[in-house]
């Protein structure tokens, strides 16, 4: 599991030019780094340092190899370091670094978008590029906006979301969430987001896949929100198909095809947000695919580059792109809307490269069929006492620890015992989430659910 440390300087002196890795970093130099959604002052008391990434495998400036269980932030499928996308990335760089996306554009935003749209669900084949999954969550809050205003429905301003949803962390986004510490210290947030129950329920606990009852109840929360505030004044409603970062909630049967329903019922845009979800982590192309539910607009971001490069989408049906461009002036601006960094070319040649292993690798295939062994796995886990609750959906999983002391702490002293044992995952609070490339081979999949064990078990 280790290597050695003069391997690692010899790597680093050879392939990064800056030698960042010599820069001996003690407390006072990392001052200056306020990092995201972290415990900088605990963080930088000792440090998870990584400093190389290839495969299934962070380096650690100490010599450690640990196994990305969850993609980085869900976010790497193909594993890391791939050359393709280094050298696409890099042939794009030399040759045309930047150009304005207002008014003039490079040729591979076009490729991008077409090869999405192929992509994506029938009848969703207008792509807007933005830098992150925030940005998409936000702009696909505007174009509803705008969809309702050129149908002369301006007074659609509501927003329907659900608690225990993340949905980035720019303000709109940062509204539609359904998590207290995200929203607490930042002010009342953009008003008319009216929220729906989550979909985790006690009773169906260890689930695996879809829980079979509770799913058309908790979705005419939907039509209770319409009927009280007036289905006219509902804009969207925006959910992820499986709520990601709070723990993996899968929805129960019946739910998303109600959401469905009932949108269509009284004129209200349906959003998925697929920024985890989407590009094969529920064994299809995206969780519309799999639970056969086709959304009016989707958000992207994460595997759309593979986390090579920044960057994040909007996909958006013929419907509502029609209706947004036929209500504009011939020559005139559609949508005024727009990022200095929408279709990066450094960003569409690392997606366009992505796509390229997808399809060459048949990876959603493949993520697919290792999804059973996958939750094999993490179910195995359920004799743990610590452990009061399992979910998953493709390759995609999430467990409830115990909390300890006070909500979160558990959860931290977990992740930071398993990057120590050899295992990166996401912890949010006392749940933790595993999301594997889908280049794992069986054995990864095994060291995975083995260091879980190990750890948890010992706490
Ligand atoms: C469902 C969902 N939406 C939006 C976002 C925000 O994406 P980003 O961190 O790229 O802004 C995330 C990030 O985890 C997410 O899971």
């Not at 008391?45 to 290839?54: F, G, N, T």
């Not at 996308?85 to 304005?100: F, G, P």
Request: net charge negative.
């Amino acid at each position: 599991m280790f290597i050695l440390w003069d391997d690692i300087m010899l790597y680093t002196l050879n392939r990064n030019p800056l030698n960042l890795t010599k820069m001996k970093l003690d407390q006072s130099a990392m001052d200056n780094f306020w990092m995201p959604f972290t415990g900088n002052r605990d963080f930088k008391q000792s440090p998870r340092m990584v400093i190389r990434a290839k495969g299934m495998y962070l380096y650690d400036d100490k010599g450690g190899e640990i196994l990305d269980g969850s993609s980085g932030l869900f976010c790497s499928p193909l594993g890391h370091c791939r050359d393709e996308i280094t050298e696409a990335v890099s042939a794009q760089m030399a040759e045309l670094d930047y150009v304005a996306p207002f008014q003039t554009a490079h040729p591979l935003g076009f490729k991008f978008a077409k090869r999405l749209a192929d992509m994506l669900p029938s009848g969703i084949n207008h792509v807007f590029f933005t830098n992150s999954g925030s940005e998409a969550v936000d702009t696909a809050m505007k174009i509803a906006y705008a969809y309702h205003y050129a149908r002369g429905e301006g007074q659609r301003t509501r927003f329907a979301s659900r608690e225990r949803a993340y949905h980035g962390v720019n303000m709109g986004g940062v509204s539609l969430s359904g998590m207290i510490k995200n929203r607490q210290a930042f002010g009342p947030g953009i008003p008319g987001v009216v929220h729906m129950r989550h979909t985790w329920q006690s009773e169906n606990r260890f689930t695996r896949g879809q829980a079979e009852t509770g799913g058309v109840e908790l979705a005419n929360d939907l039509e209770r929100i319409a009927l009280n505030y007036g289905p006219d004044t509902i804009a969207a409603c925006f959910v992820e198909p499986i709520a990601g970062s709070t723990g993996c909630l899968v929805p129960p049967k019946g739910y998303l095809e109600r959401l469905r329903e009932i949108c269509d019922q009284y004129g209200i845009l349906l959003v998925f947000d697929e920024v985890i979800t989407g590009f094969g982590r529920t064994g299809k192309a995206f969780a519309a695919d799999s639970f056969g539910v086709i959304p009016d607009i989707m958000t992207l971001a994460k595997a759309l580059t593979n986390a090579a490069q920044p960057m994040g989408a909007v996909a958006v049906s013929d419907k509502v792109h029609d209706a947004i461009f036929n209500a504009a002036p011939d020559k005139a601006i559609e949508l005024f809307h727009g990022y200095t960094y929408s279709a990066h070319p450094a960003a569409c040649a690392a997606g366009l490269a992505v796509m390229d292993v997808f399809e060459k690798e048949n990876l959603f295939e493949r993520a697919n069929e290792l999804s059973e062994y996958f939750l094999d796995g993490m179910f195995s886990l359920s004799d743990l006492p610590l452990v009061t609750d399992i979910r998953g959906y493709g390759l995609l999983a999430g467990f409830d620890l115990e909390p300890g002391v006070a909500p979160g702490v558990r959860g931290l002293e977990v992740q930071k015992k398993l990057f120590h044992a050899g295992l990166n995952l996401k912890m949010t609070g006392d749940s933790g989430l595993l999301a594997p490339p889908f280049i794992a081979e069986e054995s990864h999949i095994d060291q995975i659910v083995e260091r879980l064990r190990d750890v948890i078990k010992a706490i």
